[in-house]
Structures are given as C-alpha cells and as structure tokens.
C-alpha cells in the first residue's frame, strides 16, 4: 500500500506540475505529515484515526504553501517549485525537532519513527488506518489519469482541449496528498520511491499516464517489497527502510540524469 500510494503519487504530482523532480518528499509533504502525525501524539489522546487525519491536514498545508511559495507572476516553474518544496520542506523539519526535543521522553521514540520511516510495526490496525484514504484516492486518480497527460502539456493548451486546470490540478494535488498522508500515517517519512519510480516506469512503457499510472502503481508495490526484505534480512536487526530506498534509488537517478542530460520526455 505504501508503494503504490507514494508511486501513484509522484506520478500524478510531476505530470500536473510539469516538474521531473517533484516528488511527495520534494513538495514538503512528507515532512509536513510527519509534523502533524508527531504533534497528535505528542498533544493528542491516542486513537488511530487522528494520526492520518493530522498527517493529511499537515501535509495538504505544507503542498499548499510550497505552491504558494512557488508561484511566481501567476506560474511555476521547476526551480521555484524545487526551491519552495526545499524551504517549507526545513520549515517543518525544523518544527518537527522542537517537537522532539520538548517530548516526553517516553513518546520520543515514537516521534522519531516518523522521521526515519519503516514497515516494522505493519499489522492489520496500519492497514486499516490508511486504507481509507487509498480506497477514497486511488479511483479517483486511476479515472482522471488521461487528464494528466493534457495536464502536462501546458496551461494554454490544457485549457484548448476544454480541460478546468485549476479544478483538476486542485483535486490531483488534494486526492495525491490523502493518499501519501494514509501511509506516511503508519510507515514515517520514506524517501525516493515517489520521485524515482515514475522515471523508472516511464523509461519502460512511455509516458502515457493512461498506462504509466497503474504501471506506476505495481512496480512501486514492488519494489516496496523488495527494499523491506532487504531491511529485514541483510543484517541481524531490522534498518530503516529509507536507507535501502535511497542506496537502490540515488544511483540509478545519476545514471538517468546521464542519460537524458536534464531533460524530460
């Protein structure tokens, strides 16, 4: 479930952004999730619905200020939206440490899982917690996958074809953001697999999001899999999964940036 969401999300962020580098992490999502997650356990009686509730309220807050940040004359453009995903992304990092250093101690342990990530305490309460944002999200951007690709092809020309630009950039940033604040609920921060799973996808199959979605959706399925059997079995105890994310992620994103010297098709 956490593949396919962070997967299915970046897709739908780098197409409707026209932005190879976005990304749940990138945008400042992650990180604004992770702050509403540990601040509902820090001040927040314990129930297992607030914690999605707070990660989609913190994280909606922190794509939209990076949007707002972003914008430029009315656009966005690859570097602003690098540049205000980087600042909100610190801003929330930073809130995110006052948290930790004001905790309680018995509860410090559980915030810092939200900044590492993981799947050890996967059970079916997890499932059941961010199931719900999956079961809501991930239809919406399975039938409204094709508008992605006119989506990518600019604002003039989106709004030629007759599409709403900003009705669907809206509800495609909202529907990614439920999605990847469910799982960031109960498996923490995990980097790369939103950002580097779509150019994988895409250098195989093209990058028609009619196809490149549900593509999208399986192989970040499993190659979640296979990074969490790596964490569980390469050493005596179990290491955070975002380690092995980033060691199989960050080489292959050199060899692309190689390949295609910067651009994107």
């Not at 396919?4 to 739908?12: D, K, N, P, Q, R």
């Not at 529907?175 to 609920?185: E, G, K, P, Q």
């Not at 250098?203 to 009619?210: A, E, L, V």
Request: proline content about 5%; hydrophobic content about 55%; charged content about 10%.
């Amino acid at each position: 479930m956490s593949g396919i969401a962070l997967s299915v999300a970046g897709t739908s962020f780098q197409a409707t952004l026209r932005n190879p580098l976005v990304s749940p992490y990138i945008l400042g999502l992650s990180q604004g999730a992770a702050f509403g997650a540990a601040l509902a356990i820090i001040i927040l009686p314990y129930h297992p619905y607030i914690l999605p509730v707070a990660a989609f309220i913190f994280g909606t807050l922190a794509v939209l200020l990076t949007s707002s940040v972003a914008r430029i004359h009315g656009e966005f453009s690859t570097i602003t939206i690098i540049l205000g995903g980087i600042i909100i992304g610190a801003v929330f990092t930073a809130l995110l440490s006052i948290i930790k250093l004001v905790a309680d101690p018995y509860r410090i342990a559980s915030v810092v899982f939200w900044t590492l990530g993981g799947l050890h305490r996967a059970s079916w309460q997890s499932i059941f917690i961010a199931a719900p944002g999956l079961i809501i999200g991930l239809p919406i951007l399975f039938v409204i996958r094709w508008r992605l690709n006119l989506l990518s092809m600019g604002d003039e020309e989106a709004k030629l074809l007759g599409v709403n630009v900003r009705r669907d950039r809206i509800i495609i940033v909202i529907v990614s953001t439920l999605i990847c604040a469910s799982v960031i609920a109960v498996s923490g921060i995990i980097g790369w697999i939103g950002l580097i799973v779509p150019h994988m996808v895409r250098s195989i199959i093209g990058p028609d999001n009619k196809y490149l979605i549900p593509a999208s959706a399986a192989f970040g399925a499993s190659l979640m899999l296979i990074t969490d059997t790596l964490c569980r079995t390469l050493f005596t105890f179990e290491i955070p999964i975002s380690i092995i994310t980033t060691l199989i992620a960050a080489p292959y994103f050199i060899y692309l940036l190689k390949k295609i010297g910067g651009g994107w098709q």
